[in-house]
């Protein structure tokens, strides 16, 4: 029809591939956060940038909590058990599980919003900004962990930190629909 405004619509082939990407993205996001997690030397996880900052170890707890009030608030019929509390974890391997368990629920809550075409509940007008907002305030936390070391005199070297952090951005792979990379 002439004049008629022009509809530019994706295959499902490309939305498919579009969120496998999107996805990609955050399990890249959350892998670099428990690298990191991991990275750290034992004694450092009690490194402040200031007197009256969080701790390195209250940093990682405080992301687990936030995604899970998000989800709470944006998806609660979705939502794993909420703490009433922030966790005061400070056992490594264990804040590293709690990390994975948030992880794949934001996952599959963004999966399952963008598939059902359910709104969010409460914060964002589409899922792709909840998961961005998630990487932006992670990857915000990730700088001030980084600065904490730094000020205790304990920074991480490029060497070790690159391969587990950037590197894990800029991998390329072939994306698969469970979550992990292919090869």
């Given at each position: 029809?002439?004049?008629?405004?022009?509809?530019?619509?994706?295959?499902?082939?490309?939305?498919?591939?579009?969120?496998?990407?999107?996805?990609?993205?955050?399990?890249r996001n959350n892998t670099i956060l428990v690298n990191?997690?991991?990275?750290?030397?034992?004694?450092?996880?009690?490194?402040?940038?200031?007197?009256?900052?969080?701790?390195?170890?209250?940093?990682?707890?405080?992301?687990?909590?936030?995604?899970?009030?998000?989800?709470?608030?944006?998806?609660?019929?979705?939502?794993?058990?909420?703490?009433?509390t922030w966790t005061e974890e400070d056992d490594r391997?264990?804040?590293?599980?709690?990390?994975?368990?948030?992880?794949?629920?934001?996952?599959?809550?963004?999966?399952?919003?963008?598939?059902?075409?359910?709104?969010?509940?409460?914060?964002?007008?589409?899922?792709?900004?909840?998961?961005?907002?998630?990487?932006?305030?992670?990857?915000?936390?990730?700088?001030q962990v980084k600065v904490a070391l730094k000020v205790?005199?304990?920074?991480?070297?490029?060497?070790?930190?690159?391969?587990?952090?950037?590197?894990?951005?800029?991998?390329?792979?072939?994306?698969?629909?469970?979550?992990?990379?292919?090869?």
């Open positions: 029809m002439i004049g008629a405004p022009t509809e530019i619509l994706m295959s499902k082939t490309q939305d498919q591939s579009l969120l496998l990407a999107l996805l990609d993205s955050w399990d990191l997690l991991r990275i750290l030397p034992k004694d450092s996880l009690r490194a402040r940038a200031t007197p009256d900052s969080p701790t390195v170890i209250e940093m990682f707890n405080h992301i687990h909590y936030v995604r899970l009030i998000f989800i709470s608030e944006d998806a609660p019929e979705l939502s794993p058990p909420l703490p009433v391997d264990r804040v590293a599980q709690m990390l994975e368990e948030s992880g794949r629920a934001v996952r599959d809550i963004v999966r399952n919003r963008i598939e059902t075409g359910k709104d969010m509940q409460l914060h964002y007008d589409h899922p792709i900004l909840f998961v961005q907002h998630m990487i932006w305030h992670e990857g915000y936390h990730h700088g205790m005199g304990v920074p991480i070297a490029n060497e070790q930190a690159g391969p587990v952090t950037w590197r894990v951005w800029m991998d390329k792979a072939k994306l698969v629909d469970d979550g992990s990379k292919g090869l």
